[in-house]
């Protein structure tokens, strides 16, 4: 049984992963990363990956699900950082 704090962390993890998926498409659309900072990108990937293997050690779904949703967006960034570079 999902107790409240999971449904809780399932939450946020739907949010935080969603607020990020506007980005991903935008760039996609527009075929320019030009905006995107490869510092930030190269810094908040490693922190998501960071956080799926936490995920992995504490067996916490939503850490997982939320870290694993995100890490492959910010690969696609990445990819689209060096596909549409100028």
């Known amino acids: 049984m999902i107790d409240?704090?999971?449904i809780l962390?399932?939450?946020?993890?739907?949010?935080?992963?969603?607020?990020?998926l506007p980005q991903v498409?935008?760039?996609w659309?527009?075929?320019?990363?030009?905006?995107l900072s490869m510092t930030m990108l190269l810094v908040f990937e490693s922190g998501v990956?960071?956080?799926?293997v936490y995920g992995f050690l504490i067996d916490?779904?939503?850490?997982?699900?939320?870290?694993?949703?995100?890490?492959?967006s910010?690969?696609?960034?990445l990819y689209f950082k060096f596909r549409y570079k100028n």
Do not use: D, H
Request: charged share 10%; aromatic share 10%.
């Open 49 to 52: 990956l960071c956080w799926l």
């Open 9 to 20: 962390g399932l939450i946020a993890a739907v949010l935080t992963t969603v607020a990020f």
């Open 29 to 35: 659309k527009t075929k320019s990363a030009e905006s």
């Open 25 to 27: 498409y935008k760039t």
């Open 74 to 77: 910010g690969i696609f960034l």
């Open 60 to 72: 916490s779904f939503p850490v997982i699900l939320a870290n694993a949703i995100t890490a492959v």
């Open 4 to 6: 409240s704090i999971e």
